[in-house]
């Protein structure tokens, strides 16, 4: 254990250090929110791809391998790239055009105040909410790690209390090197954590592969299903009418139609209405610089997602030949983890946990620095103080930096305390089931602002968008209904909520008018 921890030590560190020195020289909102507008293409393209591959694709994406021994669910790696494309193309140049801060000003200069409001809160639940989920499966790692060094057996509450002191540590280590450097920061910890991610995962496999007797033939020998090394899937029943065939599509998480036309507008609503990811590309010196980042990323985003997902496979093989080493009822997000903490030798196994811990802060990082930003400049400039100096903006931004991370620690109690009361619960649609209730809307107004020159304003905008609260509330389960009303109900997969929020809202937003005044074109 001294050699992990002197792994983990140094790692610790290096994210401090940078954090320290890139927060020199702040004098502004814009300093601390983009950093100036100076940083690299390819130090963007590595922040982009250390915030999604957060801890949940760390842990989640090889829980899906083991649990499905497939690549089925890196077909949304499709969209993915689609979706960053037409990114790249249509979202950056207004956002540069209209030289904001927040991405949100742009809906205000072409819809309303109101628009921007709307979207500007939605993004803020949004964002606590998944971030605040995707910090509990940072700490997976760190109860697993505990109960192998004391070798309890810890119950349930206990767990939780556990979860909540990891997400505690995780928590306030992000917040002091985010507070104090900003954008900057976040950009640079997260190259050096893209860095480590890399190393890790590829030391696992390596060490993963090695410890299979028999090698190739032993994997291929073990993996005999239909379904095995699948990669596309239709999603089609075995029979049923046209109707029944549809149902089954909308109804699967993980198919052919998911990946082009779904898991687009996911990668659309992500990465061109989300101030998170968005923030990244606006830190370019002009809009061909950030979507040079951001359509590169959708391309290393393949491999990187196979690789994890294989990493799954392997696992489900490995524990096929170590049964005994499993321990009985435990749930696929924690096989990973259990891997690597009992499995891995020293030194590899602190790298790992550095590379979770790199993934887990990354996503954790630019969530906090997003959220202060927007909050700063749609709530206290423009609401509280609109004269405000820039030295009371940018104090106002780190201290919203800590109140975020507060509020993200209790989101992320609430999820562990579920997930250890729900044994069967799953890592990835948890992680991206949350954007699907709220992200169509705000993709349906930007789309619309951006396709029409003089569709679209504040009344139609927000009835467009509470309407497809509601429609997806209803047909993704959430509001529970009598059984003799959803039985007329189709449910709907994760991948396919913000399609449905996205239409339902810009069709509707499409039958208003907008004022000449406002048309920002």
Known sequence: MITDS???????????SIGIYAGRKQTSLEDYALGNRTMPWWAILASILAAEISAATFLGAPGEGFEMRNFTYAQLCIGAIIGRI????????PYYDYNVVSIYEYLEKRFGLLTRRMASMIFLISRVLASGARLYFAGILLVVAYKFITGDSVTDENTVILYIGSLIIITVATTIYTAIGGLKAVVWTDVLQAIVLAVSIISALIVLYTAIPGGWESISASMNHDSDWKFFSLGLSESGSFKDQILSILGNEYTIWSAFLGATFIAMATHGTDQDMVQRMLSAKNSQTGAKAVILSGLVDLPIVCTFVFTGILLYVFYQHNPGDLPAGIQNIEIFPHFIIYSLPPGIRGLLVAGLLATAMGSLSTAL????TTATKDWYQDVLRPKASQRELLLAAKGSTVLFAVLLIIVGAFTAWYVVHNKEARIIPIALGIFGYTYGALLGVFLLGMLTKRRGNDLGNAIGMVTSFVIIFLISGLIPLPEEITKYIPSIAFPWRVTFGTLITFGIAFCFS????????
């Open 86 to 93: 037409i990114v790249g193309k249509l979202f950056l140049k």
């Open 514 to 521: 907008t004022k000449k005044a406002n048309t920002g074109q």
């Open 369 to 372: 620095n997003s959220l202060a």
């Open 6 to 16: 002197i792994v983990i030590l140094i790692y610790f560190i290096a994210i401090f």
